[in-house]
């Protein structure tokens, strides 16, 4: 696009002065600071024409010197905040001009927008409503929100809590990692994935078929993500996770064992020591009834016991609900 001359001037000026500044750093001699101060007086030359255009659409020509001084401003805070890639100078200090002269507008005067002459509407300072003799401060100090501190409170809540069920979701997948690693680099490798020709050393351990190893991580992908949405809320449940390759009844399954298994890393994890004591329940009344006991077993009955957190890890990364534990993490 072909450009005016006073157009590559101001371009071309508002490239000398950000070079300049950048060379000169943050502590420009004194002789620097004249040479910016100069090439600054310089852009704002070409800019006179485009300056008093904006006063007079804003119509602050009564008020002529403080429109001049807020324009000149804009400028500044323009070169400071300037990106070459997104638009050209020019494009982006009309802007901040526009804003400066109108805000500029609001102080001095009433709205002068229809909108606001169609209902009689005046523009007013909160200095003048609110600030009395005695006051020293500004008056927007003087504003109270009464829903301040309860809503940065919750907010601060919202925050810490949900950094801490990423922390849990973290080191849950961890654990299941690492049984899901050590499960495979006890069982023998297959026949015929090794090529006879393959020389390496013999480890003491067996080595990892990569083919398995990107299959633990996509079930701890589908376990993490069954977590954030059942379990935390995190996310919302996807349409297609009802469709997928396992039933709502599994979901459910591998929910309530990673609710077990996130209680007990809670329950050793220094990390989450707080939120253990707050959810303990209180000590029991002395003067409360004992529970009943639980009826004795029949002889020879098997004996119920509570799954270890490896055997939930060790079903969580089953493909599907019939497979054996043997064969969970394949």
């Given at each position: ?135 020293a401060g500004p ?65 003491k351990v067996n ?68 939120m253990v004591d ?53």
């Open positions: 696009m072909i450009m005016s001359k006073t157009t590559v001037a101001i371009e071309d000026a508002v490239t000398s002065l950000r070079a300049a500044k950048e060379a000169h750093g943050p502590a420009p001699s004194p002789r620097q600071r004249l040479a910016e101060d100069r090439l600054f007086a310089r852009i704002l030359t070409l800019l006179a024409p485009r300056i008093r255009h904006f006063i007079r659409q804003y119509g602050l020509g009564g008020h002529w010197e403080d429109a001049e001084q807020v324009c000149a401003i804009a400028v500044h805070r323009a070169i400071e905040t300037y990106d070459p890639e997104r638009a050209r100078f020019t494009t982006f200090v009309n802007w901040l001009i526009r804003g400066e002269l109108q805000g500029l507008r609001f102080r001095l005067m009433t709205d002068q927008r229809p909108s606001a002459r169609k209902v009689a509407a005046t523009t007013v300072s909160l200095h003048a409503l609110t600030q009395t003799s005695d006051d008056g927007e100090l003087l504003i109270e929100d009464e829903e301040a501190l309860a809503q940065t409170e919750a907010d601060a809540s919202a925050y810490l809590a949900d950094n801490a069920m990423r922390a849990m979701i973290d080191s849950y997948v961890a654990h299941l990692r690492a049984i899901g690693i050590a499960q495979l680099s006890r069982r023998p490798r297959r026949p015929g994935t090794t090529p006879p020709t393959e020389k390496r050393p013999r480890l080595s990892i078929d990569p083919e398995e190893l990107r299959q633990l991580e996509e079930r701890l992908h589908r376990n993490r993500a069954l977590v954030e949405q059942r379990i935390f809320e995190l996310s919302p449940i996807e349409k297609s996770e009802e469709d997928g390759a396992i039933t709502k009844e599994r979901m459910r399954q591998i929910a309530k064992r990673a609710a077990r298994t996130i209680a007990t890393i809670a329950q050793q994890d220094p990390r989450f020591a707080i707050s959810a303990t329940p209180p000590a029991p009344d002395q003067h409360q009834s004992p529970a009943p006991a639980a009826p004795p077993q029949r002889p020879g009955a098997p004996r119920g016991r509570d799954p270890a957190p490896e055997d939930h890890a060790v079903r969580l990364c089953e493909g599907d609900a019939g497979e054996r534990t043997s064969r969970a993490l394949h």
